[in-house]
Structures are given as C-alpha cells and as structure tokens.
C-alpha cells in the first residue's frame, strides 16, 4: 500500500513526465485491484488535497483586461429576493444592512457599509463558471476576506467560514430555506477571495448580490452566496442546513466545486 508522501511523490513526478510521454506513464498502475487505482478510489478527499498541494492553494486565478468585459454580468439563481426584511434593507438603500462576523472567533464584529467600505479594497477582471455551462467576464471590487478575518481573529478550531444570506431561495413544504454555503480558511484566506461590493466599476446591482456577495476565482459560482449578512467560523457544518455545507451541497453538488 502506499503511503501518502510516496503517493505525493508519483503523482508530482507524473506530472511532469505526463508532459513529455502522454498518459500512459500511470496506465499500469490504474488498472483495477492495482494498488494505486484502489487507494485513488479510496481516498477522494486525500486526492483533492493533493491536486492542492500539487497545483498551489494559493495559486491564483486568470485575471482580463478592461477589454474582455462582457457586460452586463448576467445574473442568476436568486436576483430579487422577495423577502421582507430585505426590501426593507433595500429601500433604505442599505444603510441599515449590517455584516455580523461570529462563531468560532475571538472577537465578534458587527460591521456596517461604511466600515467595510473604508477598508483597503481589491479590484479583479475574473470569469465566472456556473455549473449550468456559461461563463462571464466582470470587474468586481471589494473587501479581501482576509482583512475581515484579521480583525475577527479566528479560533484555533475554526476550519471553515460560512455565508448566510437573505435570500430565500426555497419556499418548500418543509420550511423556507435561505441560501448558504462554505468555504475554508485556506481558500477564505486567498487573495483574491473578496467580499465584493462593486460590479463593473459600479456599486453592486441587486440582481447580483447587493449588497455584499463573496467571489472566490477558483471555484464555481454556487460557491460565491450573494445577499450575505453573516458569516460564521465553526468546525464542522454537520448542525448547519441540510450538513453538507451549502443550499447546492446538500442537493448533492460537490462541496469544493473547483474549476
Ligand atoms: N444568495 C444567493 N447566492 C447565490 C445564488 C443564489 O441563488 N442566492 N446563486 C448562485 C449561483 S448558482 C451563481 S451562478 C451565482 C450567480 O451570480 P450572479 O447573479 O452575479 O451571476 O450566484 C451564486 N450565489
Ligand atoms: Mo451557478
């Protein structure tokens, strides 16, 4: 059996050889009941954390030009929640909207527009993925998480941050179910993850999340929660939702949701 630093190893060396002589270097180890195919089936998780490891977490998405900008952003999922509380957020353009940052952290905040607004900013020309198959090109501007996290001061238990959100995106029989999803402190912590509040140059539309939505470049849009008025450190989000740590996860989509 492999252990884990030789899997690391073969698949690093694999990489690269993978270059020169196609795919066939790993053929005869992938065949079924060979001990590397076995441990790839066993594993996922371990082999997810290796493709990290092997391709960086803190390696950065493609960022565009000015001139690759396809506007508008087309909006999806949720672009008007219906919800009272929001409307009323919204009338008032906001300035009754707050961000509360607790759960596992040393200090709890409760930040308004302005304070966020205030904070040092990023801006990036990124392409969204929905699963749904289309992309699109947009500027987005906003706060790194990573500032917001500094000032909260994660507990040394937390693993992950989740975004709870304003909108109701699902009016079942079994009770109104308000978007959420995760990620963790590793991708919380990457520079390009923001908490965005301008789209294009401009202050973010409802239609896409005003007033503040996540972006994280590497991964899909369903891991990006527009609406968001919390944000939670915990250890796990077995309690949270349906466990498996977002509205889409717990309909079965991958929890990671990398592209
Ligand atoms: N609160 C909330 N966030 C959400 C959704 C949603 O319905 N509600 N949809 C997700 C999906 S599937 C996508 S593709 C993007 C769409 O973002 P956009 O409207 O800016 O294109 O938001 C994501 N975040
Ligand atoms: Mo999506």
Request: aromatic residues 10%.
């Amino acid at each position: 059996m492999l252990n884990r630093r030789k899997f690391l190893t073969a698949a690093g060396l694999g990489a690269s050889s993978m270059a020169l002589t196609g795919c066939d270097v790993f053929d005869n180890q992938l065949r079924i009941g060979a001990p590397l195919r076995s441990f790839l089936e066993n594993a996922n998780d371990l082999t997810l954390h290796a493709q990290h490891l092997l391709a960086g977490r803190d390696s950065l998405a493609q960022e565009f030009t000015e001139a690759d900008i396809r506007q508008p952003m087309r909006p999806n999922g949720v672009t008007a929640p219906n919800d009272e509380f929001y409307k009323g957020l919204m009338a008032k353009d906001f300035a009754d909207w707050r961000l509360e940052v607790g759960g596992l952290v040393e200090k709890p905040l409760t930040l308004t527009r302005d304070q966020i607004l205030a904070m040092p900013s990023r801006t990036q020309i990124t392409r969204h993925d929905c699963v749904e198959g289309w992309s699109c090109i947009a500027k987005w501007t906003g706060t790194p998480l990573a500032l917001v996290l500094d000032q909260a001061v994660a507990k040394p238990e937390a693993r992950y941050v989740v975004f709870h959100c304003l909108d109701t995106i699902d009016r079942s029989l079994s009770g109104e179910i308000k978007y959420y999803g995760s990620i963790d402190l590793i991708d919380a912590r990457h520079p390009q993850t923001i908490l965005a509040y301008g789209l294009n140059g401009k202050p973010l539309p409802v239609e896409n999340g005003a007033p503040l939505r996540v972006r994280v470049e590497r991964q899909l849009g369903y891991k990006m929660p527009k609406y968001i008025h919390k944000i939670e450190l915990v250890s796990s989000f077995s309690s949270i939702g349906g466990g498996r740590g977002g509205y889409w996860e717990d309909y079965g989509y991958d929890w990671y949701g990398g592209i």
